[in-house]
């Protein structure tokens, strides 16, 4: 976390408070391997306090966040329509992907797979890494580069 990071937290939670969206904002005590059970509701809520809740703020290795007071909302999980037969939604050959970061031997690994379960597209669909302007790389579908 840098020097002003507390700042960028609570800029993110009055930009989601002026757009009206119920969200969570957590700080970097949170383990990023947390949020995916807390948003599909498998982890209880209370058990991680976001960055500015009163409960993390009396730790003693915390500085107090400034600006908007603690609020608590509960958390309702939506259910969409194809979530009403099953709880598990399976990869399909149409399915596709993002890459985050440079990983080039995953996305070149991916695409070898691709090629050879002939699938018609790939399955990785971007890849975005944000350190520089522009970063051209070679990937291989087969013979192919795209």
Avoid: W
Avoid at 63 to 86: C, I
Avoid at 101 to 107: D, E, F, S, T, Y
Wanted: aromatic share 10%.
């Amino acid at each position: 976390a840098g020097p002003n990071y507390q700042e960028g937290l609570q800029m993110m939670r009055q930009a989601s408070s002026d757009a009206g969206l119920d969200i969570h904002v957590y700080g970097p005590e949170t383990h990023i391997t947390a949020v995916v059970p807390l948003a599909l509701g498998l982890e209880d809520l209370e058990k991680f306090p976001e960055f500015d809740d009163e409960a993390h703020l009396r730790k003693p290795s915390s500085k107090p966040a400034t600006g908007m007071p603690a609020k608590k909302k509960s958390f309702h999980r939506q259910v969409a329509d194809h979530e009403a037969d099953h709880k598990v939604e399976n990869f399909t050959a149409l399915t596709r992907c993002v890459v985050y970061g440079l990983q080039n031997r995953a996305v070149q690994g991916m695409l070898d797979f691709d090629f050879m379960c002939k699938r018609e597209r790939p399955s990785v669909a971007a890849m975005i890494f944000p350190f520089s302007a522009n970063h051209y790389i070679k990937f291989y579908l087969g013979t192919d580069e795209i």
